[in-house]
């Protein structure tokens, strides 16, 4: 499903896509990723930067489930193919962070 550029939706809808009911919940969501409010009354945001918000979420949750797979997963979810590039730009396929599980050594002054 392709989700247009310029399709606002009302805050009811964010929550419901976000799964969240109250509306100071939902804003701050909103801010926290930065997400501008387009119109006032009623409060209306575009849908693909929540949709976007959403997707980065789910790739990053994905990324720690299968960090040797999670691109080639994602890539097989069925997304809007001009979302799955915007995500990939965001979340390079190659750039795959290790965490680093070595313990460093205790400084002298520790010990």
Excluded at 3 to 32: F, S
Excluded at 35 to 60: F, G, N, T
Excluded at 78 to 84: F, L, P, Q, V
Aim: glycine share 2%.
């Amino acid at each position: 499903m392709r989700i247009e550029c310029t399709t606002l939706i009302a805050l009811q809808e964010v929550g419901a896509m976000i799964k969240k009911t109250d509306k100071r919940t939902i804003l701050k969501w909103l801010d926290d990723k930065n997400i501008s409010i387009e119109s006032q009354r009623p409060k209306l945001v575009y849908k693909w930067w929540v949709e976007y918000h959403i997707q980065l979420a789910m790739v990053d949750s994905l990324k720690k489930q299968e960090p040797q797979r999670w691109a080639e997963i994602y890539d097989a979810s069925g997304i809007d193919e001009a979302m799955k590039r915007a995500v990939f730009i965001a979340r390079p396929r190659d750039l795959n962070i290790e965490v680093n599980q070595t313990k460093k050594p205790i400084p002298n002054y520790f010990k």
